[in-house]
C-alpha cells in the first residue's frame, strides 16, 4: 500500500536513473593509432580502405605445374601428355616471369604465376617429373590460379568505423600492409579500496581484520571489460589519507572506482572526503544489494569516480550495473549493458518492495528450456555464494514474491556481448 512505502523511496534513483545519468555524462574517449594486436577487442575510430589488391598478383593454389591450359586439354590417363620443365617458382622466389607455350614450370603455393600460364595442374595429376612431366589430367582454364584482387581491391572499404576488431579483421589489417589502425583506447582505471580493517592477501590477518578481495575482484572485472586496470593499496579510515593517494593515482587514470566508505556510519571515509567538492554525487539507488553509491568526477582533468558499496555482493552487482556501462561507453561499445535473457524460475523467492532485487543464480539452458535457480541467500556480504553464480536473478522494483515457474529477466555474467 501506498502509505506503507518508507519515507526515503521518493529520494531513491531507480537503477536505470542511475545508470543513465553516468552514461549521459561521458563520453567516449578520444581515439589514436595502436598497433594492430594492441587494437584487439577495440572499436575502429576510422574508416580502412585497402591501399593494394588481395591477392596482388595471380598466384597458385596449388602445388604443381604452370601451364597454357590449350597445350594440357586432352590429357588423360589413357593419352598423358608431356612438357618439358623449364623450372620453378617459390613463393616469393620469382624468377621466371613468363611461360613459353609448349613447356611448363614447377610452382609452389602462393607463387606468382608467370605470364602466359593460365593454368595449374597439381601433383596429383602427374608424375612429378623434374625436367620432364607427365600430365595425366587436364585443368580448366583458370584452374586453381588466384586471380589478382579477386578477394579485395584498392579503394575496397575494410573496416566501418565503429567496428570491433576481431582476430578476422586484425589478419585482414595485416594482409594489406596496416601496421596500426585508429582505434577507441582501453580506458586506465584506478582501484582503490578504502577500510583500516583491510589486509593484503598473503600477509598475516589479525582477529579484526579481513582480506581485501574487493580490490582483485573489481581490477579483474575492470580488465574483462577490455581495460586497464591499476590496483592500488588499501586506503586507511582517513580523509586526508585518501585524498592523497587518490590525487597521487590521477596522473594516469580515465576512471576511478573505489569501493567501501560511503554509506552513513561514522568511518565513511570517501564520503567525508568528497563531499566538500561538490563534484561528487552520493545518494541512494532503489537497488538491494547496493543501495549507497556515488559517482561524479575529481581533479583537475575532471576524472569520472564511481564510488562503490563495500560488501563484495553489492560492489560486484555495482560494477555491473553502472562500471561496465560506462567504461564500454568509453571505449565505444555497443551495448553498454549487458543483454538480458528470460528464464524459468525453478524456486520461489522473496524480495522487499520498493528495491530492485539482484539475486545470484545458476542459469542452464537445455534443448528447450532456460531454467535459473537461486543461489545462496540475499546477504551483501557472501561471495562465497556469489562465486558460485552465473547469472543475475532480476525481481523487479514492487515485487515481493515469485513462484517456482515464473518467468524471470536473468543477467547471464560470463557471455561475451
Known amino acids: 500500500?501506498?502509505?506503507?512505502?518508507?519515507?526515503?523511496?521518493?529520494?531513491?534513483?531507480?537503477?536505470?536513473?542511475?545508470?543513465?545519468?553516468?552514461?549521459?555524462?561521458?563520453?567516449?574517449?578520444?581515439p589514436y593509432d595502436q598497433p594492430l594486436l594492441d587494437a584487439l577487442g577495440l572499436v575502429a575510430a576510422e574508416d580502412v580502405t585497402s591501399p593494394i589488391d588481395l591477392p596482388s598478383f595471380d598466384n597458385s593454389a596449388m602445388d604443381g605445374y604452370a601451364v597454357v591450359q590449350a597445350d594440357v586439354a586432352s590429357a588423360s590417363d589413357e593419352n598423358p601428355v608431356h612438357l618439358p620443365v623449364v623450372g620453378e617458382i617459390g613463393a616469393g622466389q620469382a624468377r621466371i616471369l613468363a611461360l613459353s607455350?609448349?613447356?611448363?614450370?614447377?610452382?609452389?603455393?602462393?607463387?606468382?604465376?608467370?605470364?602466359?600460364?593460365?593454368?595449374?595442374v597439381p601433383y596429383e595429376w602427374t608424375d612429378r617429373g623434374v625436367a620432364q612431366v607427365v600430365i595425366s589430367k587436364a585443368p580448366y582454364?583458370?584452374?586453381?590460379?588466384?586471380?589478382?584482387?579477386?578477394?579485395?581491391?584498392?579503394?575496397?572499404?575494410?573496416?566501418?568505423?565503429?567496428?570491433?576488431?576481431?582476430?578476422?579483421?586484425?589478419?585482414?589489417?595485416?594482409?594489406?600492409?596496416?601496421?596500426?589502425?585508429?582505434?577507441?583506447?582501453?580506458?586506465?582505471?584506478?582501484?582503490l579500496s578504502t577500510g583500516s580493517e583491510l589486509r593484503e592477501p598473503g600477509t598475516a590477518r589479525g582477529h579484526d581484520s579481513i582480506y581485501d578481495g574487493n580490490s582483485y575482484m573489481l581490477a579483474a572485472a575492470v580488465r574483462r571489460a577490455g581495460a586497464i586496470a591499476y590496483r592500488v593499496g588499501i586506503?586507511?579510515?582517513?580523509?586526508?589519507?585518501?585524498?592523497?593517494?587518490?590525487?597521487?593515482?590521477?596522473?594516469?587514470?580515465d576512471a576511478v572506482i573505489t569501493s567501501g566508505g560511503v554509506s552513513m556510519g561514522d568511518y565513511d571515509v570517501v564520503k567525508e572526503a568528497l563531499l566538500p567538492s561538490g563534484t561528487v554525487w552520493f545518494g541512494g539507488v532503489a537497488m538491494q544489494p547496493g543501495k549507497p553509491q556515488?559517482?561524479?568526477?575529481?581533479g583537475e582533468d575532471q576524472t569520472p569516480i564511481f564510488t562503490l558499496p563495500g560488501n563484495p555482493v553489492s560492489s560486484f552487482i555495482s560494477f555491473e550495473m553502472f562500471v561496465l556501462p560506462a567504461l564500454r561507453r568509453m571505449m565505444g561499445l555497443l551495448p553498454y549493458a549487458r543483454p538480458t535473457v528470460e528464464a524459468t524460475l525453478t524456486h520461489a523467492v522473496k524480495s522487499p518492495p520498493g528495491r530492485a532485487q539482484y539475486l545470484r543464480g545458476e542459469l542452464e539452458a537445455g534443448d528447450r528450456t532456460v531454467t535459473v535457480s537461486p543461489v545462496g541467500g540475499p546477504g551483501s556480504h557472501l561471495i562465497g555464494d556469489l562465486s558460485q553464480a552465473n547469472a543475475l536473478i532480476v525481481v523487479p522494483t514492487e515485487t515481493t514474491s515469485l513462484d517456482a515457474g515464473a518467468t524471470v529477466t536473468v543477467v547471464p555474467l560470463d557471455r561475451e556481448f
Not at 586507511?236 to 593517494?245: G, I, V, Y
Open 1 to 30: 500500500m501506498a502509505n506503507d512505502q518508507p519515507k526515503d523511496r521518493q529520494s531513491l534513483r531507480s537503477v536505470d536513473e542511475h545508470q543513465q545519468a553516468i552514461l549521459d555524462s561521458l563520453r567516449p574517449l578520444p
Open 101 to 120: 607455350p609448349g613447356t611448363a614450370v614447377k610452382i609452389m603455393t602462393g607463387a606468382p604465376v608467370p605470364a602466359g600460364a593460365d593454368a595449374i
Open 141 to 191: 582454364e583458370g584452374q586453381h590460379v588466384r586471380g589478382a584482387g579477386e578477394d579485395v581491391t584498392v579503394g575496397d572499404l575494410l573496416i566501418e568505423e565503429g567496428t570491433r576488431l576481431g582476430p578476422r579483421q586484425l589478419g585482414l589489417l595485416a594482409s594489406v600492409g596496416r601496421a596500426s589502425v585508429v582505434v577507441r583506447p582501453r580506458p586506465r582505471v584506478v582501484i
Open 235 to 253: 586506503v586507511p579510515d582517513e580523509p586526508q589519507a585518501f585524498l592523497d593517494a587518490l590525487g597521487d593515482q590521477l596522473v594516469r587514470a
Open 294 to 298: 556515488g559517482f561524479g568526477v575529481v
